[in-house]
């Protein structure tokens, strides 16, 4: 199975938005929605952040927001804070009942 | 939520085994699914596999003649074996509970270095 495809970094001014792509196949992000998005800040474990798709988890800020077309999905950081500089994954179901990551996209805020 | 912790060798050599186990806490093993991730150092995060209590399991395809996953429901515990290891297996090892086929919960990560 293929990595799912991130950009490899990107950057945003606090208080800004910026969206994070996460491309996959017909056989992962097209066919389910079973996408997760993870926060990873240097050094320590990665933490979930949204599942299937558009979900967060109880604690995590309204600021982080989800969304899907087609086999792509993104990630929506609004109000962009210092705190939020860190990598982001996506991953996803897929059809051979495995998971999948991306490659991981490097967030800095100016 | 429940708590993970990976424990196992910190330094395996090339051709032989890795070994680690999860201990989950705060919850019971028999409710969901348990998964490994590793992430070599200073690159991205890649899944292993992952397993429930019935034993039911799934490998990621290039590590699937290499990887056995099991659960010990007596211990509240999971495991990750990893056969024939190379530099390439040098990497942080973490376990997670799977939840809506996200990874929800997470243990600390513990690095396993092949070398002789």
């Known amino acids: 199975q293929s990595a799912l495809t991130q950009p490899p970094s990107v950057s945003g001014s606090p208080g800004q938005s910026v969206t994070i792509s996460c491309t996959g196949t017909?056989?992962?992000?097209?066919?389910?929605?079973?996408v997760s998005w993870y926060q990873q800040p240097p050094g320590t474990a990665p933490k979930l952040m949204i599942y299937?798709?558009?979900n967060r988890p109880s604690g995590v800020p309204d600021r982080f927001s989800g969304s899907k077309s087609g086999d792509t999905a993104s990630l929506t950081i609004s109000g962009l804070q210092a705190e939020d500089e860190a990598d982001y994954y996506c991953?996803?179901?897929?059809?051979?009942?495995?998971?999948?990551f991306g490659g991981g996209t490097r967030l800095t805020v100016l | 939520q429940v708590q993970l912790q990976e424990s196992g060798p910190g330094l395996v050599k090339p051709s032989e085994t890795l070994s680690l186990t999860c201990t989950v806490s705060?919850?019971?093993?028999?409710?969901?699914?348990w998964s490994w991730i590793r992430q070599p150092p200073g690159k991205g995060l890649e899944w292993i596999g992952y397993?429930?209590?019935?034993?039911?399991?799934s490998y990621n395809p290039s590590l699937k003649s290499r990887v056995t996953i099991s659960v010990d429901t007596s211990k509240n515990q999971f495991s990750l074996k990893l056969s024939s290891v190379t530099a390439a297996d040098t990497a942080v090892y973490y376990c997670?509970?799977?939840?809506?086929?996200?990874?929800?919960?997470w243990g600390q990560g513990t690095l396993v270095t092949v070398s002789s």
């Open positions: 397993i429930y209590h019935s034993g039911t399991s």
């Open positions: 017909s056989s992962d992000v097209g066919s389910y929605n079973r």
């Open positions: 991953s996803s179901f897929t059809s051979s009942s495995t998971l999948v």
């Open positions: 997670a509970r799977v939840g809506n086929w996200g990874l929800v919960d």
């Open positions: 705060g919850g019971s093993i028999s409710s969901y699914y």
């Open positions: 299937d798709v558009s």
